[in-house]
């Protein structure tokens, strides 16, 4: 019962028609603007301080050095007079916790990017140096993770991965107090102590073993299987990316300035993630290990804040019922009756139906405005980021939930359900269109004659990155040659390829689409179409004749590598680490000792003269063809230019313990 009460709360705040914002009170009717000038405001802020960590009250405004802010900005200019503000206002202090859904530090935050944006290259640097000096470098970081997206000699090369610059949003909490534990003994190691805290000394370095959260609770058979998937350091710090390429502050005609099918991509990405989340859950699946019903339940992150607070444990009761839930439920009848009646009223009254050709890019519009909206945003991260202990949505918030970080946020099963009910809304139009006709896309010009595969195995490999910046303002750690570092199990795979024989009557450029779906029949993988998911696409030069084409995701321009920060590895690496690319590690789903049986779905269509792979604007195609929707297949058609293909993928399990002991669904 609660299961269903909660998925049907979430689904009320998930789309408004409209922002429906909440008035920021008047500066005259706050408690700060009544007793800012009398001693009972003194009195408070010496209070406060000892109980907000990172509070530091107005007389200590001093350590930003004004002075050289005026020098370095336009005075005139709107960015650096709000910037200013908050300064004073010490929402922008070092030690205070970052959340990006917090008000003033948005606007903080956002300021500093508007100001990179525009200011001339001289000076670009200078800006960012002394915001690094004057900053919360957890603002500066967003903000400067962010102008590299727009600004091409903004390098982002020069930012570390979010796992590397903040390890503690990423390691168990426990790893991070061991390392503070030892250095706090001045790197001083006890075998004995050491053998039972899994910590180990080779050389000059310090490995501690992490598992993933809840590692030391009963399995209650809902999502801790694959917790090594959820909670991998390579996928969370994509999806900061995906957050930094869509920020829900950001409006609709910013994004469609930049790409005009942004709002299609930011649908597709979070269709693709359910997909391989899904596929993840095969192995379960076949083993009746788990099962498809969604699980609500208290939730701890096993996260620590830079401050030394926990991330906070979401309980599973229920919050008392609210005129903001009573508001949402209204806004989620209104918007299944626009999808139901086929029409959106826009702000200005304008009418527009929905239709195959825009549906999804309406919807997600639709969505980001209202779902991603500012109030709306704030409303969903407290209600279900804090769950039933709840936290005043319009205050700091020391510790903020796993919810309010978009680096931590997909370790949060809860959320995997929120994307599942967004995309019922997708699911729920398209069904009322008549599926499409994919006869068109079919033709005897291009024929697969012959395929092979490699025999394809997954396995948990070990993973060692560096704690280093955990100790960042520390000096004796400056001077020490004891390097921390944190070792996991990760799912990672043998190199593999595909090899393609296909045969051509054409002399033209062809795009290839790869996917990974279930095992399913030729029939069963087209109902199945929301199951799979996209390895690559990609433009061949066909010739007449016999043509071989080969992949292999090392060669993909599609993926990001994080191997060159993986200190357990001794060989010379490149650094191809990109965050805002799909980890190469994770594009396959855990095999099974004797085989996970899925399929490979290959088509070779013609390409468009304007196709570029790379650019999904002047990609004509829908994002996910020919998977996006529901087709009408010819069981009688003779088209050889697509085939499904029984693959398997196995399981190589590592039983030696000799680096330590880890769950055992990580063998």
């Known amino acids: 019962m609660w299961q269903g009460y909660i998925l049907k709360m979430f689904l009320w705040l998930f789309f408004l028609g409209q922002i429906l ?27 406060l301080k000892f109980i907000v960590p990172g509070f530091l009250n107005s007389e200590s405004q001093n350590y930003y050095n004004n002075l050289r802010l005026v020098e370095l900005f336009d005075q005139e200019d709107e960015n650096f007079k709000i910037l200013l503000k908050h300064i004073e206002d010490g929402h922008a202090m070092k030690g205070l916790t970052f959340n990006i859904y917090d008000d003033n530090m948005r606007e903080t935050t956002i300021a500093l990017f508007r100001i990179f944006q525009t200011v001339d290259k001289e000076n670009l640097y200078i800006i960012r140096d002394w915001a690094r000096d004057n900053i919360n470098k957890d603002m500066l970081d967003y903000a400067w993770r962010l102008i590299s997206l727009y600004r091409i000699d903004a390098y982002s090369k020069e930012n570390d991965p979010p796992f590397i610059s903040k390890p503690n949003y990423y390691i168990n909490s426990e790893a991070i107090i061991k390392a503070f534990q030892l250095k706090s003994k001045t790197d001083k190691f006890d075998s004995e ?12 370095n310090i490995i501690i073993n992490a598992n993933y959260s809840s590692w030391n609770l009963i399995n209650d058979g809902c999502d801790g299987d694959v917790d090594y998937f959820r909670e991998d350091i390579g996928l969370n710090s994509y999806y900061y990316g995906v957050h930094l390429k869509f920020p829900f502050w950001m409006s609709n005609d910013e994004l469609s300035a930049v790409d ?93 139906s929905l239709t195959e050709d825009n549906y999804i890019d309406l919807l997600a519009k639709l969505i980001r405005a209202n779902f991603d909206g500012v109030e709306t945003a704030k409303i969903v991260k407290s209600l279900f980021g804090y769950g039933g202990s709840g936290y005043p949505k319009d205050r700091y918030n020391p510790s903020p939930s796993v919810l309010h970080n978009p680096q931590t946020t997909l ?144 060669a993909s321009e599609r993926f990001s590598f994080d191997d060159y920060y993986n200190k357990n590895l001794v060989y010379a690496k490149k650094n191809k680490f990109n965050l805002f690319m799909f980890p190469e590690s994770l594009i396959l789903p855990k095999g099974l000792e004797e085989g996970l049986n899925m399929t490979l779905f290959t088509i070779v269509i013609p390409s468009y003269d304007s196709y570029n792979s790379s650019e999904s604007n002047l990609n004509p195609l829908p994002l996910g063809f020919p998977f996006h929707r529901q087709a009408i297949i010819d069981e009688k058609s003779k088209g050889s230019n697509y085939v499904f293909n029984k693959i398997s993928i196995y399981h190589q399990k590592i039983a030696s313990n000799y680096l330590g002991f880890y769950s055992t669904n990580l063998h």
Request: glycine share 2%; with cysteine.
């Open 411 to 554: 370790r949060d099963p809860l959320y995997w359900q929120m994307i599942q009910a967004l995309l019922k809304y997708f699911k729920e139009f398209s069904s009322t269109l008549s599926p499409f006709d994919f006869s068109k896309y079919e033709t005897d010009n291009i024929n697969i004659i012959d395929t092979s595969f490699d025999k394809i195995t997954t396995y948990f490999d070990y993973y060692q990155m560096s704690l280093m910046k955990l100790f960042y303002n520390d000096d004796n750690s400056k001077n020490s040659k004891i390097m921390y570092s944190a070792r996991q199990k990760r799912l990672k795979h043998t190199p593999f390829t595909f090899n393609f024989t296909i045969e051509s009557k054409i002399n033209d450029n062809a795009i290839i689409k790869l996917f990974l779906g279930p095992e399913c029949d030729r029939n069963e993988c087209w109902e199945q179409h929301s199951k799979f998911y996209e390895l690559d696409s990609f433009v061949f030069k066909l010739k007449k004749g016999l043509n071989v084409v080969s992949w292999n995701p090392e």
């Open 21 to 47: 914002t909440v008035p920021v009170p008047s500066k005259s009717l706050e408690v700060s603007g009544l007793l800012g000038e009398g001693e009972l405001f003194k009195n408070m802020e010496q209070s």
């Open 260 to 352: 005009t099918r942004y709002a299609e991509q930011y649908y597709y990405i979070h269709q693709q993630l359910l997909a391989r989340y899904s596929l993840e859950k095969e192995h379960l699946r076949v083993r009746n290990m788990s099962s498809d019903s969604n699980c609500f339940r208290d939730y701890n992150p096993y996260l620590l804040h830079d401050n030394g607070l926990p991330f906070p444990t979401r309980s599973s009761i229920l919050p008392q019922w609210s005129d903001e839930q009573a508001r949402i439920k209204a806004i989620d009848i209104a918007i299944r009756e626009c999808i139901s009646r086929g029409v959106i009223y826009m702000d200005n009254g304008t009418k527009i």
């Open 193 to 204: 102590d050491a053998k039972i805290n899994q910590i180990y000394k080779e050389n000059d």
